[in-house]
C-alpha cells in the first residue's frame, strides 16, 4: 500500500505552521513590549526598572525567533523529503533506466554495479532507501512493509 503523501504533508505543514505562528506572536508580543518600555522608559528610568524591563522583552522575541526558525526549516526538509519518498521511487527508476534491469536485478545508473542495498531510514520515516553498494548513489526509496 502505497502511503497517503498529500495527507503526511498537510500534516506537516500544520504542525509546522503551529510553531511558526506561535513563534511569531512571542515575537510580536516582544517588539510591542519592548517599544512599550522605551516609550515610558524616563518614567520607568526614575522607578529604577527601565533597563531590566526591556531586557525582559528581547526573551520572547529571541525563543519567538528560534520557534519561526525552526517550524520553517523542519517544513522546508520534510516536504523535500516527502517529494523524494513519492518520486524517486523503483517504478520511477525503471522508467528513467530501462537499460539498468539486467538479468532481472537492478543496477546503479551511475557506476553500473548491480550491488543495491537496502537501509532503513528509521525517524519515523517509515521508508527505505535503496543505494549502490559500489558508489553511494541513492537509487530509489521505498515505503515500509511493501
Ligand atoms: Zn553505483
Request: aromatic residues 16%; glycine residues 16%.
Given at each position: 500500500m502505497t502511503p497517503n503523501y498529500k495527507s503526511?504533508?498537510?500534516?506537516?505543514?500544520v504542525f509546522t505552521s503551529a510553531f511558526i505562528i506561535i513563534g511569531a506572536a512571542a515575537v510580536f508580543y516582544g517588539i510591542i513590549a519592548f517599544i512599550s518600555f522605551w516609550m515610558r522608559h524616563d518614567e520607568l528610568q526614575q522607578l529604577g526598572v527601565g533597563g531590566a524591563s526591556s531586557m525582559g522583552a528581547l526573551l520572547p522575541i529571541a525563543v519567538g525567533g528560534i520557534f519561526i526558525f525552526s517550524g520553517m526549516s523542519i517544513m522546508r526538509n520534510k516536504l523535500r523529503q516527502l517529494r523524494l519518498f513519492e518520486t524517486k521511487t523503483y517504478s520511477e527508476y525503471i522508467k528513467l533506466n530501462p537499460q539498468q534491469i539486467r538479468n532481472g536485478r537492478v543496477a546503479c545508473n551511475r557506476c553500473q554495479s548491480s550491488d543495491v542495498r537496502t537501509k532503513a531510514l528509521m525517524n519515523k520515516t517509515y521508508h527505505r532507501e535503496?543505494?549502490?553498494?559500489?558508489?553511494?548513489?541513492?537509487?530509489?526509496?521505498?515505503p515500509e512493509g511493501v
Open positions: 503526511q504533508r498537510i500534516g506537516v505543514v535503496h543505494y549502490c553498494g559500489q558508489c553511494g548513489a541513492t537509487l530509489y526509496y521505498s
